[in-house]
């Protein structure tokens, strides 16, 4: 039958490679007992990325273990943050014609440091307004599962961060999100009526050349690791609980490869942070917050955080071929907000094609319309989509009802219907991260 991984989680005492805790996983295979568990590199998911495995069971030598700790610590950046802080200092008071950066090693290079990159490809003259973009300096790290550094065009950008003005937020926990922190810190640093405040945590330590240590924090999304330890992780404590911890947001935008089981249980860790401030009225409130992913993870969304709405608006980069505005079809980005935000108070533009459905009480794309049936604006891609009597709820345009099926699908399709069960033990009734065999 069909096998599969299953994300167990963090475990205590967990070996670590070079992105941090490692996680535990089990493979399983449908209607079967659960398979041997073992330990397995949190941020990427392709071993040619990184090999780490281990057993749980497993035994290890004394002598593998100092091994590992050297291979860990091997691949730790050649600069701390501090050493990049005080180099940056430096790098700013040369006159722009001795200011070089080079494309092969991605780093800010001073007088003494030229001779060693003389053979590689260097841009020189670097302004001012060059080290204030570092995003657009930096390569995008453009593997799906670990970096995914597709970046918001400047439409989604501004949007994003007019609307966060709009509802009154003055802290920005930007988790994997280098082009709103930079426009954040851009515009707060022109002297500008601009009270906005940004903390970026990101597994990409290339930003700690341009980002003191109030302002980055070099973090893993997937494991909920601070690799700058107790002082970073004070850091983002002391960000989220200032003024008593209001009007902070959390605006986070994860590689889309990445496993949601892990980013979820990273994110409520960051919003037990939040928690953490002796402010009243806390108990019960979570800490507000803007999850950017495409719109079919909606469903796994919903199961860790049920509080969470998908809002119509769609996210686009400027460096993926596919998520651009403006597209029509089945081309248009799938990427969504999710936000436990009431989604009457995210106000989108209406001069691009977004309008107020006064029933829904929400803003929603013009194709978007309401189905009396359903109650609801019930589109999720973008299409107008059409409801089907016999399903009870509506579908894709491109979707026919198959009598032998019983429900609604792609014309072109394999008449193959299996009895719907949890992956794990086969049963109905859960779904597999509520399996009992897991526990």
């Known amino acids: 039958g069909r096998a599969a991984l299953a994300l167990l989680g963090p475990a205590p005492g967990a070996p670590s490679c070079p992105h941090g805790p490692a996680l535990l996983f089990v493979k399983t295979s449908q209607g079967k007992e659960e398979g041997r568990r073992f330990y397995a590199c949190s941020a990427c998911r392709d071993r040619k990325d990184c090999n780490f495995f281990q057993w749980e069971d497993e035994k290890v030598s004394e002598t593998r273990l100092a091994a590992r700790e050297d291979y860990n610590r091997n691949r730790q950046p050649s600069f701390t943050h501090r050493q990049n802080m005080d180099r940056y200092k430096n790098f700013v008071l040369l006159p722009l014609s001795k200011r070089r950066f080079c494309q ?3 780093q800010l290079l001073l007088p003494a440091e030229w001779e060693k990159h003389s053979d590689h490809q260097l841009l020189c003259d670097i302004t001012t307004a060059q080290l204030k973009s570092p995003s657009q300096l930096l390569y995008p790290l453009e593997n ?3 970096n995914a550094q597709y970046l918001f065009a400047d439409r989604s950008c501004q949007f994003l961060l007019n609307l966060l ?7 920005v926990l930007s988790v994997g999100t280098p082009r709103l922190h930079e426009m954040i810190q851009s515009k707060a640093s022109q002297g500008e009526e601009f009270s906005i405040k940004s903390l970026l945590l990101d597994i990409d330590f ?8 109030d302002e980055f924090c070099h973090y893993n999304m997937f494991n909920h690791h601070f690799f700058g330890g107790e002082a970073a992780r004070e850091t983002c404590r002391k960000f989220l609980n200032e003024e008593n911890g209001e009007r902070v947001i959390m605006v986070t935008d994860p590689p889309f490869g990445g496993l949601v089981e892990a980013l979820a249980s990273s994110f409520l860790k960051l919003m037990a942070m939040w928690k953490e401030t002796e402010k009243e009225g806390h108990d019960n409130k979570e800490m507000p917050m803007f999850w950017i992913f495409p719109y079919f993870f909606e469903s796994r969304i919903l199961d860790f955080f049920p509080s969470f709405s998908m809002m119509d608006y769609q996210v686009d980069y400027d460096n993926h071929a596919l998520y651009k505005h403006g597209k029509t079809g089945r081309r248009q980005s799938p990427v969504r907000i999710f936000t436990n935000l009431t989604p009457s108070m995210i106000v989108l533009p209406e001069e691009e094609g977004y309008r107020f459905c006064t029933i829904c009480q929400r803003y929603v794309s013009s194709s978007n319309q309401h189905c009396e049936i359903c109650n609801s604006c019930t589109s999720k891609d973008g299409r107008r989509w059409k409801h089907c009597v016999l399903c009870k709820r509506c579908v894709k345009p491109s979707w026919f009802h198959c009598n032998n099926c019983n429900c609604c699908t792609l014309q072109k ?5 299996t009895d719907v069960g949890c992956f794990v033990c086969g049963k109905a009734g859960h779904k597999r991260s509520a399996c ?3 526990s």
């Open 413 to 417: 399709h394999s008449c193959e219907k």
């Open 144 to 146: 799906k599962k670990t």
């Open 104 to 106: 092969e090693c991605q």
């Open 436 to 438: 009992p065999s897991l």
């Open 165 to 171: 003005i709009d509802l009154g937020f003055r802290r």
């Open 206 to 213: 290339r930003y700690s050349q341009f980002y003191t240590e």
